[in-house]
């Protein structure tokens, strides 16, 4: 017994530190952009295409450790230029999640409470804010139809947010390079480079915001004197 238990304890360690080994291996022979080495394009490209082969600078690629690195990247991103993607795009999936299940177990009690009248439906659908009139056989079936065409409204929700949450993952309205170039050299008034790093975009950007900050600030005083 004490020598099994002891095997399979030194097979556990050993899994365990090939596992490590491996991962600090993986990290060394590979090297890959960062938020302070990567460049824009480089970032939108990526963006666009999916291609996490794209984020290795240079030795051997293994895809687990570039999908760590993009999602650090990404979220370092969010935090510098003070945009929240990834958080609006995880709240819209979470509330089309609980709608969507909303929906499906209302309307399946209420489909079910038109075969057959249950205490415990009846009370499930009411606490969810449906009113079923119990009064008689007329006002019963009304009040189910009712319950049936208000319970849509949730369907009509679901589909909303289905929809934004695409919108929040989709590439359509992200602009390309050039037009993130073209704007924001506009803004500053001198031409940006085509090789700019992302980490010096958004302090451009930054530095752009803080000042039409200002200069609405500014606005506002002058008007109210």
């Given amino acids: ?5 002891f095997l399979a304890s030194t097979k556990k ?11 600090i291996c993986a990290e060394r022979l590979g090297n890959y952009y960062d938020y302070d080495t990567i460049t824009l394009k480089r970032f ?28 650090a990247l990404i979220h370092e991103n969010e935090r510098q230029s003070k945009t929240n993607k990834i958080s609006n795009y995880k709240v819209s ?4 999640i609980i709608t969507t299940s909303n929906y499906i177990a209302v309307k399946a ?8 009248v249950d205490k415990e439906l009846l009370e499930y659908v009411r606490n969810a804010g449906y009113n079923i009139d119990t009064s008689s056989s007329s006002a019963y ?13 949730l369907a009509s929700l679901a589909t909303s ?13 992200t602009p390309n390079h050039a037009e993130y170039i073209a704007a924001l050299s506009i ?39």
């Fill in 1 to 5: 017994m004490f020598l099994k238990k």
């Fill in 13 to 23: 360690m050993l899994t365990g530190s090939v596992a490590s080994l491996y991962n």
């Fill in 44 to 71: 939108l490209a990526i963006h666009k295409t999916k291609k996490l082969r794209l984020l290795l600078r240079r030795g051997i690629y293994i895809k687990n450790i570039a999908i760590k690195k993009w999602e």
């Fill in 93 to 96: 999936l979470k509330r089309f």
């Fill in 109 to 116: 009690a209420l489909l079910a409470l038109c075969l057959k």
């Fill in 141 to 153: 079936n009304q009040s189910l139809s009712n319950a049936l065409q208000q319970v849509e409204n």
């Fill in 161 to 173: 947010l289905k929809n934004e949450t695409h919108q929040l993952v989709s590439d359509k309205t």
């Fill in 187 to 225: 803004s500053l008034g001198f031409p940006l480079k085509d090789d700019i790093l992302l980490s010096e975009f958004n302090a451009y950007l930054s530095a752009v915001k803080e000042m039409k900050k200002n200069e609405r600030a500014q606005t506002t005083r002058l008007v109210q004197r």
